[in-house]
């Protein structure tokens, strides 16, 4: 079910969920290298909105991309919709998040904290009604458990940010393109 969170946001507040894989039965992330081409970040860089998916998504996990929002008064949101396709518990279920969260910069790391979730079914289907509670509980007790969320800033552009959660077995890389 952890996996199945950091896939529906796919987000950096859900940097803090990102168990992966590394047990014998867990598929792994597909391993992808990205320079980190960042040293000290300027925060003002940062704000604005964000579209942001996993490059390493874990095999057979939902696709998702989120809106992933940096406010200048250092207030973050995430907003997601998720198809899971039946992947990876076999049932069907539309899925909608959202993150509320503060964000800070230190050195050359975005770090997030006080993070609030909100996981609902996006449809009156059997399976979204059945999964939404269960995702909304493991995800408010797994991140109570995990802040604050820090990542290593990749790369920041005026277009383009990549970030990889740091402490994370088997991290997601997520790369984010400026929307408007």
Known sequence: MKRLLVAIAA????????TGGGT?????????NVTDKVGAVDADRIVGNWTCRQLNPIPDMPDVANTTTYGADGKGKVVAAADTEGKPAGIPAKLKTEFAYDWSVEGERLVISNIDSSI???????????LAPIAQLVSSTFIDQSEPSTSDVLELTDAKLVVRPVG???????????SQ
């Open 24 to 32: 014998s039965s867990a598929p792994t992330r597909p391993v992808v």
């Open 120 to 130: 609902t079914a996006a449809d009156d289907s059997a399976g979204s009604t059945i």
């Open 168 to 178: 994370v077995e088997d991290p997601p890389i997520i790369s984010c393109t400026r």
């Open 11 to 18: 987000g950096l507040p859900l940097a803090a969920c990102a």
